[in-house]
């Protein structure tokens, strides 16, 4: 941009310099001749003004750009204060938050990979897969990453052990 408005600094003072010698010409062929130069250098001044122009459009819109980023950003930043890295039952590691809705606290849970993407995707109980070794699936519906979330109630329980009796004494029936 700096190399533009020079240009046209210079095109300007040019410009200046030969209405100056039309203005002290002392013949016809001088004024032609310095008139002709002088259209040269308002054509030159004329192409280095739009060209500045476009420099110009260019910078707003990239400061634009950057404007709509930092709100991105601004607007992240605001939507994810709360949450927290957590490690669930299982081991997987997800984005929690507690919040109260109703006068009832609850957790809500966000997709790691969709956060780290500056998105927040609450993770759902899972549909096709409900559970999974033992415990509960969820899944994010922006990118279906699924997670193992909390043990299932029967997994919970400590299953008795099953014990046979023989009703031979052991030595068998013949």
Request: with cysteine; glycine share 6%.
């Amino acid at each position: 941009m700096i190399a533009e408005l020079s240009a046209a600094m210079t095109a300007i003072k040019e410009t200046a310099g030969l209405a100056k010698v039309i203005n002290d010409a002392k013949t016809d062929a001088e004024v032609k001749a310095a008139t002709i130069e002088l259209q040269n250098k308002l054509i030159t001044l004329q192409a280095e003004c739009f060209s500045l122009g476009d420099v110009i459009r260019l910078r707003d819109e990239e400061a634009m750009h950057l404007k709509a980023k930092i709100a991105e950003f601004e607007s992240f930043k605001s939507e994810s204060e709360g949450y927290e890295l957590h490690k669930t039952e299982a081991g997987s590691l997800v984005y929690s938050k507690h919040l109260v809705v109703n006068d009832v606290q609850i957790t809500v849970n966000a997709c790691p990979s969709c956060f780290q993407q500056k998105k927040i995707s609450m993770l759902q109980p899972g549909v096709d897969k409900v559970v999974k070794g033992s415990y509960w699936i969820h899944f994010c519906p922006c990118c279906n990453s699924e997670f193992k979330m909390d043990k299932t109630p029967a997994a919970n329980k400590s299953t008795p052990q099953v014990r046979r009796i023989d009703p031979f004494g052991g030595r068998g029936a013949w």
